[in-house]
């Protein structure tokens, strides 16, 4: 479509105008109210001790829900990747769910399997309060970053095969240095990726953990309920602006750092890709020409078709 | 001899196909023991389905009849149709508009086209309760360019609109990175003007696209919470959504109403995602048949 | 020596192997050929320990390996796709086996510089996979295979993935390697002039079976049956018998041909010419039976062609110099055909 010129500046200004109006200028307006009493004022708000304990608490949510994502995260996208059992795709299907669960229906699910009426209540009793404690904190959390690493792994393994694996244990190593040494370097930029995603997700829950934490100031409060709170019970818009703020400036990080890994996400090494690229094309003995664009290893669908299952069809078709 | 060695059983001159590889079932790729399974299942159960399952046996808590009478409440009701209706209006806004931005990302070239491409992904990146506050700084109580819109359903769209506005673009853009321009020149040149070659060519080949994204973008709204909370103002009968009226419905101990709206919201979103499935489904099938 | 007995292994209904005993000897080239399907790879896979039988027992240099898992058995395994460590640089791959056997350093260093250099890779220790050819890479899954000093040495396919050119290269070079390493080698393959180049012996398969295992020669020359026969290297059937189409003598005089027939007890064909095509110092002469109307072809030099001046349309009487056998006393499987076979119809 060749579009006259005025057509396309009135289409990209009206582009421009909503992206303005929805996402600039709401922003820069809350970057101008945050830091307009001046950048020492913005510190302050920050450097409260309810702030403090706020973002300590975030960070230690976030401490323990990697951790914990990375080990099931991994296993898991192994297990529906490497695995055949019956239900795969329905285990594959229930990982997704989260996505599809808004968080204040997270919350109140929480509150029924864990809370002192629900399915676990007993827990209470023994002393163990997860529902207005950390560890429903933890376990929201976890509810809602549960697909993450799994779904960035779970390509990459497939891209990798089994072949290398396979190499690996004919050459003498055993399944945990076959991990270690092949599986976990092949797929730790899709796992840098979900613990990115991981990372930033968690600190930004809001809805879900609003519901099973108890929310008291210092105690059991997250940064994103610090500026919920601030703003509604205290009036202290400008506190909420702060802590909002920072927020968004953690956002960003993330944002920044997705760019960069995205780049490095397909497999290569990072410096064999840019070596490769570099490099200059010495004389090949062989008549093949050397290059960056791999001959992949048969990617999943292609090649997946075990040679028997192709025999059986040549088979039943007669 | 070799001339005549070439030539195999079936006269076939080169080599026959190649090999393909033995992945076996039962062999390596089959080797994820029972244990690992048990550990992985165990552990989604306990994460997902569980608390899925506990709120759903809640939601009955007091028999059909409880949880209808939940759903059905004149203020529930009104919630439900209150998200229901912003929502489907944000998502077209989306299909609209997302398109629209898609397009100048794609076809147009102006300075600051990358910026403008990064900040796309913002609202995917910011926690929602900062979206929240981020729009109330503009648009909320002394508005500094006069405009409030906090406690109204203006408000909620555009809260709604912000969160959800990557998915209507991020799943367009490369769809029409792909596109065939050829076949629009082909079109062009056959008379078609642009209307005529967007609505019959380029139109039809972003349609699954779009409405995916749509419907994505529809199903977060629903659920949508920390972007509405503070800008909503959730006002029962006018602009509390589903999410905020489940959340009154647990503040004010009333367990089994919340449960049962959160049933619905689920039934809801679950419907919405299986249509989509339905719908890419049946136009891969198309282009298969096409293929 | 490699030993497999009674070896059975089922996918679902398809039988990969069925009931398949061999025995290959130490230090030998032995090539495992067949068509798609036929069991070569799972065989070669059964020893390595990759796949596990159903039932029957592998044997490597006199230890029973069955139940033992890859790691355990010794063996050094090249993968059609390389199966490179795409994140190591070729000096680490060659060095992982070794590193996982905790070798000192020293050694170490030493070993894969040693091997590189017989792989034709100096020089080449800091690039990474990406950064080579298909035959290179090839080669340094060769050294990271012979790096671990394996019994036995197992070759997938290996120069599947490459180029007419450097397959050719490379199957030499492997030959070569061999002649100068002895280590006991299978390699499986589907390429009949690649089992017939390099292997000392050929184990020939066919639905999960072997059909015959011997050397080059004793296959092309006694094939054990209809299949092994068609499998390596082309057939012409006439009056229910088969011979190679180099085997086949024309002649333009009834009375000659019966009375040479006669003497050497054999039938002779009568035939039409349909087509001659001249292939290089070669005549391929497409003939059809006069009687039945079944085409057949022979292969002539050029001169035995220039000397009998054969014309399309000219009657011409046949009689094989050589016969492989009889059609109908055909044992066990009648030949493949293209439906039956369709990996061979390429």
Request: net charge neutral.
């Amino acid at each position: 479509m060749r579009i006259a010129r005025p057509t396309r500046i009135v289409l990209r200004t009206l582009a421009l105008v909503y992206l303005t109006v929805l996402l600039a200028v709401p922003i820069v307006t809350i970057l101008w109210r945050t830091f307009e009493p001046g950048f020492g004022a913005f510190w302050e708000s920050i450097r409260t001790p309810a702030a403090i304990s706020a973002f300590n608490l975030s960070l230690l949510i976030v401490a323990i829900v990697v951790p914990v994502n990375v080990v099931f995260g991994v296993v898991t996208a192994i297990v529906l990747v490497r695995g055949r059992f019956p239900g795969r795709r329905l285990l594959s299907g229930i990982v997704d769910l989260p996505f599809a669960v808004s968080p204040i229906v997270v919350g109140v699910s929480l509150i029924m399997l864990w809370g002192v009426n629900g399915w676990f209540g007993g827990l209470d009793n023994v002393g163990i309060r997860v529902i207005f404690g950390l560890p429903g904190m933890v376990i929201a959390t976890i509810f809602v970053t549960l697909p993450f690493v799994v779904r960035e792994v779970e390509p990459v393994l497939h891209e990798i095969g089994i072949e290398q694996e396979q190499a690996a244990a004919t050459l003498g190593a055993s399944r945990w240095q076959t991990f270690a040494r092949i599986t976990l370097p092949a797929i730790r930029w899709g796992l840098t990726y979900g613990v990115v995603l991981t990372v930033a997700r968690a600190l930004g829950e809001f809805g879900a953990v609003i519901m099973v934490s108890s929310g008291f100031p210092g105690v059991s409060q997250t940064l994103t309920l610090l500026v919920h709170s601030r703003y509604i019970d205290d009036h202290n818009t400008h506190g909420a602006y702060a802590a909002a703020t920072l927020l968004m400036f953690l956002a960003l990080l993330t944002l920044l750092l997705m760019t960069v890994l995205d780049r490095k996400r397909p497999g290569q090494p990072s410096g064999a890709t840019i070596a490769a690229a570099t490099a200059p094309a010495e004389a090949d003995t062989d008549a093949e020409v050397a290059g960056a664009d791999d001959p992949a290893p048969p990617g999943p669908v292609a090649s997946a078709v075990p040679e028997p299952e192709l025999a059986t069809t040549t088979r039943s078709s007669r | 001899m070799t001339a005549v060695v070439g030539q195999g059983a079936a006269g076939s001159p080169a080599a026959p196909a190649r090999t393909p590889q033995p992945r076996s079932r039962a062999g390596w790729a089959g080797r994820v023991n029972g244990l690992t399974l048990g550990v992985v299942t165990l552990w989604l159960s306990l994460i997902v389905l569980l608390p899925l399952a506990a709120l759903t046996v809640a939601s009955f808590g007091d028999g059909w009849s409880g949880f209808w009478a939940a759903v059905t409440a004149p203020v529930a009701l009104a919630a439900l149709w209150t998200t229901v209706l912003v929502s489907a209006v944000v998502a077209v806004v989306n299909v609209v508009v997302g398109t629209l931005i898609a397009w100048v990302l794609v076809r147009d070239e102006f300075p600051g086209k990358r910026f403008v491409d990064a900040l796309i992904d913002l609202p995917f990146a910011l926690p929602t309760i900062v979206a929240s506050i981020v729009l109330l700084s503009l648009y909320g109580p002394n508005s500094p360019i006069g405009v409030e819109l906090n406690a109204t359903r203006w408000g909620l769209m555009v809260a709604l609109a912000f969160v959800t506005l990557p998915f209507v673009v991020r799943s367009v853009q490369p769809v029409l990175i792909e596109v065939d321009r050829d076949v629009e020149q082909a079109a062009a040149s056959l008379g078609a003007g642009n209307w005529t070659t967007f609505r019959r060519v380029v139109l039809p080949t972003l349609a699954p696209a779009i409405i995916s994204g749509g419907g994505l973008a529809f199903a977060r709204a629903i659920g949508e919470y920390g972007s509405v909370v503070l800008i909503g103002g959730n006002i029962p009968r006018e602009t509390q959504v589903a999410s905020q009226y489940i959340q009154q419905q647990i503040e004010i101990d009333r367990p089994v109403n919340a449960a049962a709206v959160s049933v619905a919201l689920l039934v809801i979103s679950f419907v919405t995602l299986l249509v989509l499935r339905w719908i890419a489904a049946r136009g891969q099938e198309r282009e298969e048949r096409a293929a | 020596m490699i030993t497999v007995a009674a070896a059975h292994k089922s996918y679902g209904t398809f039988k990969a192997l069925d009931d398949v005993s061999l025995e290959i000897p130490s230090g030998s080239l032995t090539a495992l050929l067949g068509p798609s399907g036929s069991g070569k790879s799972t065989l070669l896979r059964a020893i390595a320990g990759l796949e596990d039988l159903d039932a029957g027992t592998v044997m490597i240099a006199g230890q029973d390996v069955t139940r033992l898992p890859p790691q355990r058995r010794g063996i050094g395994f090249v993968f059609q796709h390389y199966a490179a460590f795409k994140h190591m640089s070729v000096r680490d791959n060659v060095a992982f086996g070794l590193s996982i056997r905790k070798r000192p350093r020293a050694e170490i260093a030493t070993r894969v510089d040693e091997l590189l250099d017989v792989v034709g890779l100096a020089g080449f220790q800091h690039r990474y996979p990406a950064q080579l050819s298909g035959g290179q890479r090839q080669r340094m899954a060769l050294a990271r295979a012979l790096a671990v000093d394996p019994q036995v040495l197992l070759l997938d396919e290996p120069f599947g993935a490459l180029d007419a050119k450097v397959r050719d290269d490379l199957r030499r070079w492997l030959r070569r390697l061999h002649d100068e390493v002895h280590v006991t080698t299978v390699l499986v393959t589907h390429d009949q002039e690649e089992a017939l180049d390099v292997a000392d012996q050929i184990a020939v398969l066919n639905e999960g079976r072997i059909e015959q295992f011997g050397s080059p020669e004793e296959l092309y020359e006694r094939p054990a049956n209809p299949f092994v026969m068609s499998f390596l290297g082309s057939v012409s059937r006439l009056n229910g018998e088969i011979a190679r189409p180099h085997d086949l003598r024309l002649i333009r005089s009834r009375q000659q041909a019966e009375a040479e027939a006669s003497s050497a007890g054999v039938r002779v064909t009568d035939a039409t010419v349909e087509r001659l095509v001249r292939l290089g110092f070669e005549v391929r002469v497409e003939l059809r039976h006069t009687s039945t109307g079944e085409p057949f072809f022979a292969q002539l030099t050029r001169t035995e062609a220039t000397a009998l001046d054969l014309q399309v349309g000219d009657r011409v009487w046949v009689r094989p110099t050589r016969t492989l056998g009889s059609d109908q006393a055909a044992p066990v499987r009648a030949l493949p055909t293209e439906e039956e076979f369709p990996a061979l119809a390429v």
